[in-house]
């Protein structure tokens, strides 16, 4: 019996690529792809550290959030604590990390909901989000430098129906709320399965 792995008739080979911009958080990459049909094309691919977000959770049902400008879209969000995961740092501990310094509060446990990627027609990006719990305060915030937030605390069910509602508009906040309900019990806390 043969067990060769068959080739994917829709994989773009590339043939050249070219590095356009090189930035403090991302490059772009100009590729040269050879289409399933033969012809050659162009893709303009961003690449970006993988990062994480976390939902952090009291026993009571509030989540802890942040409030962020986001210049791209001109907005100002209400998110999960998330960031860039360093190199080498496990991602499970980059979220507990991520969670102390945009929130004060610091998770005892992670629970790892998903990994996906954020932007797949055009970035190399994967986020991986958790839900946090048996959270504690641990001090003020300490975002980077050029990173102004607000804490928002609100209770999972309003967090949840503000998803519902469209209020809530970043991909990794939606995934977070929409993926860690069927692990909260509300009149008793959560439960998170091992």
């Known amino acids: 019996m043969n067990h060769e792995l068959k080739k994917d008739p829709l994989e773009e080979p590339v043939l050249k690529k070219e ?10 990459d100009r590729l040269t792809v050879r289409l399933p049909d033969g012809r050659n094309a ?10 994480v977000a976390i939902l952090p959770v009291d026993p009571q049902g509030h989540v802890r959030l942040v409030r962020q ?7 100002t969000l209400i998110e999960a604590p998330a ?24 998770p005892g446990e992670v629970r790892r909901l998903i990994s996906y990627a954020h932007a797949e027609g ?5 986020i991986t989000l958790y839900l946090g719990t048996g ?22 069910q309003t967090l949840r129906d503000m998803v ?31």
């Open 19 to 28: 590095r356009v911009y090189s930035g403090s958080y991302l490059s772009l």
């Open 42 to 51: 162009e893709r303009e691919v961003v690449a970006v550290q993988d990062a």
């Open 69 to 75: 400008h986001r210049p791209a879209i001109g907005r």
């Open 83 to 106: 960031g860039l995961i360093h190199p080498g740092e496990d991602p499970a501990e980059a979220a507990k990390r991520e969670c102390e310094e945009e929130t004060g509060f610091r």
């Open 122 to 126: 055009y970035s190399t990006g994967f």
């Open 135 to 156: 959270i504690r305060e641990t001090g003020p915030l300490r975002p980077d430098a050029t990173e102004f937030l607000e804490p928002v605390v609100l209770p999972f």
């Open 164 to 194: 519902r509602r469209g209020e809530i508009v970043d991909s990794k906040t939606i995934l977070c709320v929409l993926l860690a309900e069927s692990l909260i019990v509300p009149s008793s806390g959560f439960r998170v399965p091992s």
